[in-house]
């Protein structure tokens, strides 16, 4: 005859309470040891992404101006749309800026700017236009007719007004132009708050 002394959860070893004590324990466990980790390594992980996203920036910065050697962050003015910007050695600036004008939302761009004030290029930073419609506006062709352009006066697909400069659309892709347009004339506000031309 078996002693009544003993815990019921002693006496129940193969029931149900005994496996979902079982599990809870063992889910707890589990939840403490991923916790403590992801917290030990949460600075590693930002420091990797920051380290991810600034290779991905430093190469394309490069291939806007081969002949630097470093580029260094400086203090962005507050102008919408623009998320950074870098100075080079050789004196040339890099402005990472988006714009939500896109036919399928944001258009993420680099803008170069030469020491001398003129466009030194442009590169994709990030986009989800349409193919052979929206992207012949993201192309080194499109790119090419803003190299040498002196950052003054806002450029526009549409008619021009007071101040404002006209630039044509590519055929077909008005929106992804005019998202083009934008970065650049968001480029061209920093660059004019920073002491540029």
Not at 86 to 96: N, P, Q
Not at 153 to 158: F, H, M, R, S, Y
């Amino acid at each position: 005859m078996p002693s009544s002394s003993k815990c019921p959860l002693a006496r129940r070893r193969d029931g149900a309470i005994f496996s979902a004590c079982a599990v809870l324990l063992v889910a707890l466990l589990c939840a403490g040891l991923t916790s403590g980790v992801h917290h030990g390594l949460a600075g590693l992980f930002a420091a990797s992404d920051l380290a991810l996203d600034e290779a991905k920036g430093g190469s394309q910065r490069k291939i806007l101006f081969p002949d630097a050697t470093s580029f260094e962050a400086q203090t962005a003015p507050a102008v919408d749309g623009l998320n950074s910007v870098y100075r080079s050695d050789t004196g040339a600036w890099v402005f990472d800026v988006t714009s939500a004008q896109g036919y399928h939302g944001d258009v993420e761009l680099m803008v170069g700017i030469n020491a001398d004030g003129t466009v030194a290029g442009i590169q994709v930073v990030a986009e989800d236009e349409t193919d052979g419609i929206g992207t012949n506006a993201l192309s080194e062709e499109y790119f090419g007719g803003f190299t040498g352009v002196l950052p003054t006066g806002e450029l526009t697909v549409e008619e021009a007004g007071a101040g404002q400069v006209h630039v044509d659309a590519v055929s077909g892709a008005t929106f992804t132009s005019r998202a083009v347009v934008d970065c650049l004339n968001i480029a061209f506000s920093a660059y004019a708050q920073m002491g540029g031309n």
